[in-house]
């Protein structure tokens, strides 16, 4: 009998111990179904091994013997064979998940990720020390506050150009709400996926950036000045948050993270190295990324606003814009050009007004007056000022001026340039007598 006690399990001791409490009348068989969670009959069927073999009638027939559902050795052999081919530096459960959608492989995470440690192709990562965090709760309803931020990163691998992803991110459900690559992380980039998320969506309540100079004039003697960024957004009646550390926006920083590994094994596998191509794929990565990772909200209602602005007034807003006084002659300069106002014959009351420049990313100039537009005239135009850059879009300058100077590598003066007036050597001197 100790031998018998020695291969079973504290499952089936616990059956064997209440079997004997029903054999001594202490239990009726109902209450042991109960405990056991099992049926009346399958009790009965307990009892009679029970008494027909003892304790060794209640070992498992299974022990021992090959289980029915275990995998095929061949099976195994083929799906390490298509990740070491085609998902080499995927993990686990990425990888899972592209053996079950490209080849019909139904594998559980844990069983692939088992068969990849014994193939060196997957390293157990070390947990880390755990920090105690007071995190903040989500917002309840969506919309409600929209983390928004670029990530800059080799996307496609060397394949194309390095760029940057525009990432809006509810607070509320995890949902990705708009991605878009642009060149560089600029005022435009920001603008042209905000609109994009207005049509999409409406407007939110508030959006939850860094201290970055597109979103916060950072200079102590223009503290409150509002950026080109945060005056769209206040003419939009949309709340500007600023964050003081990359910690408080975690939401969008996690997901950054998450971007940065799922979404760029995804452009290699659809042989994407462009941003066109890159721009058209985001819609149905995202659908399927918020299918997995989104959560519902504590409230079902939405919180976003219907757009009240027309096209038109959209295009004003979403653009960038300048104070300029007019002279006495309804004249004033705007980067090295002179413009002037048309049709004012008796312009006496524009005279010392201000007027303000929207210049449009197509380089394109509205004048408007309080509110409404006015015609002009460019008198002079000169050299376009060289544009200020920061430390995100300086990457992005510096790629195109070495395509630009690639270009001009076999460029030679014109027959006129100064250059070619000097003499190629000086006249030998000579001395009069």
């Known amino acids: 009998m100790g031998e018998e006690y020695n291969t079973m399990s504290y499952r089936e001791m616990d059956r064997l111990e209440l079997l004997q409490a029903l054999m001594g009348k202490q239990l009726r068989q109902r209450e042991v179904a109960e405990r056991l969670s099992l049926s009346v009959r399958q009790v009965k069927r307990l009892v009679a091994r029970y008494r027909a073999e003892g304790a060794a009638g209640l070992v498992s027939r299974q022990r021992g013997k090959r289980p029915n559902n275990r995998i095929l050795d061949s099976v195994r052999e083929s799906a390490i064979q298509l990740v070491q081919t085609h998902y080499a530096d995927f993990g686990p459960t990425l990888a899972r998940e592209k053996l079950e959608e490209r080849h019909g492989y139904q594998l559980s995470t844990e069983t692939l990720r088992q068969w990849m440690m014994a193939e060196g192709l997957w390293v157990a990562k070390r947990r880390k020390a ?242 409404q537009p006015l015609t002009y005239r460019i008198l002079a135009e000169g050299e376009p000022p060289i544009p200020l850059d920061d430390e995100k879009s300086l990457h992005l300058r510096i790629e195109q001026a070495v395509k630009e100077q690639a270009q001009r590598s076999h460029w030679k003066p014109a027959p006129d340039h100064p250059w070619r007036r000097y003499p190629q050597s000086k006249p030998a001197h000579t001395s009069t007598p």
């Open 130 to 371: 755990a920090r105690i965090h007071q995190r903040r709760p989500r917002r309840p309803y969506l919309g409600e506050l929209v983390q928004i931020d670029g990530s800059p990163h080799d996307w496609f691998e060397e394949r194309g150009p390095r760029c940057t992803l525009i990432v809006f991110i509810d607070d509320a459900t995890s949902r990705l709400m708009a991605l878009h690559f642009v060149p560089a992380e600029t005022t435009q980039a920001y603008m042209e996926t905000l609109r994009a998320y207005l049509k999409a969506h409406g407007r939110p309540v508030a959006l939850y950036s860094d201290k970055h100079s597109i979103f916060r004039v950072n200079h102590p003697d223009q503290e409150g000045v509002p950026t080109q960024f945060t005056r769209a957004l206040q003419t939009l009646d949309i709340q500007a948050i600023h964050a003081n550390s990359p910690q408080a926006k975690g939401r969008v920083e996690r997901a950054n993270q998450t971007l940065q590994d799922r979404l760029v094994k995804e452009l290699r596998l659809q042989g994407i190295s462009d941003l066109e191509a890159a721009n058209a794929f985001l819609p149905e990565f995202l659908a399927d990324y918020n299918r997995r990772f989104a959560v519902s909200p504590q409230h079902p209602q939405d919180a976003h606003r219907p757009v009240l602005h027309n096209p038109e007034e959209l295009s004003l807003i979403f653009c960038l814009q300048h104070t300029r006084k007019l002279s006495k002659n309804l004249s004033f300069r705007f980067q090295n050009r002179e413009y002037q106002l048309t049709n004012y014959s008796s312009g006496y009351r524009l005279r010392g007004a201000s007027v303000t420049v929207c210049q449009a990313f197509d380089s394109s100039i509205t004048l408007l007056y309080q509110g």
